[in-house]
C-alpha cells in the first residue's frame, strides 16, 4: 500500500495539518468501546487528522470476502493486504458484521499487519500530527504517542450500541448474537499472538460505561490537556 496516496485520500475530509508542534493522539480499545466516535471528537478539537485504522484491516477483510476467499487463509489475507484499494476505506460496506469478523481473522496474521504497518506510521508522521484509534496503536504503531487513550465499556453496553448501529442499518441480529461475536472478536484481538490489543503501560484508561458521548469527549479533552499541560 502507499502511504502517500492513504494519506492523501484522508486528506480530502481531514482539517488543515498544523505546522507545528507535531502532536500524536493513540486512542486504542475494544469493539464498540466508543474510540471512533472520540477520536473524531478529538479530532475536531485539537485541529488534527484522524485515521480509523479498523477501517484498514475491514478493507482487507472486504477484498477476501469479495474475492469469495476464506479470511483464515493466510495467502488469500497477504494477497488482498498487498493488493488493497484504499478507496474501500469508505465503502460502506466494510462496516457490515460479517466483514467486521473477517477484518479480526485478517488482523491476526503477521504478513497482514507488516504490509500495513507503515502506512498508519506515516500518517501519524504528517505536519501537526493526527490522532489514530485502533487496537495497537499505542503500543506498535506509535509507541512515542504524545497522549494514550485506552478506551473501554461493559460488554453489555457494548453490544447495545453495535445491536443499534446494526439495526439502524437494516441488519437484522439478536442483541445476544452480538454480544456473543463481541467476546469472541475481544478474545481474538487480545490473545493473538502479533500485536494483540492490549492497554499499553502508559495509556490513560477511560471507561465510557454510562456515559453520553459529550461527558466520555469531556474526559479525553481533560486527559489530554492535562498530559499536554495545556489549562
Ligand atoms: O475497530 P474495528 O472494529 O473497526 O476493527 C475491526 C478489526 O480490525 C478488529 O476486530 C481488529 C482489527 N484491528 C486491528 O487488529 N488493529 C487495529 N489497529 C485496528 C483494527
Sequence with gaps: MDAC????HRMTSAPPPRKSP???IAVDGPTASGKGTLSRRI??????????????????GLAVLDAGADPSDDAAAAAAAAALDLAAIDDVRI?????GQAASIVAAKPAVRARLL??????????GGAVLDGRDIATVVCP????KLFVTAALAERAARRHAELAGRGESVTLADVAAQIEA?????????????????DAHLLDTTGLPIEEAAA?????????????
Excluded: H, W
Design 22 to 24: 507535531r502532536m500524536i
Design 144 to 147: 512515542d504517542a504524545d497522549v
Design 5 to 8: 496516496v492513504l494519506d492523501a
Design 219 to 231: 474526559r479525553a479533552f481533560a486527559i489530554i490537556d492535562a498530559v499536554l499541560g495545556r489549562p
Design 43 to 60: 479530532g475536531a478539537r485539537y485541529g488534527l487528522a484522524v485515521l480509523d485504522t479498523g477501517a484498514i484491516y475491514r478493507a482487507v
Design 185 to 201: 472478536r475481544d478474545a481474538r484481538d487480545a490473545n493473538r499472538p502479533v500485536a494483540p490489543l492490549r492497554q499499553a503501560p
Design 118 to 127: 507503515e502506512a498508519q506510521r506515516a500518517f501519524a508522521r504528517r505536519p
Design 95 to 99: 462496516r457490515a458484521d460479517r466483514v
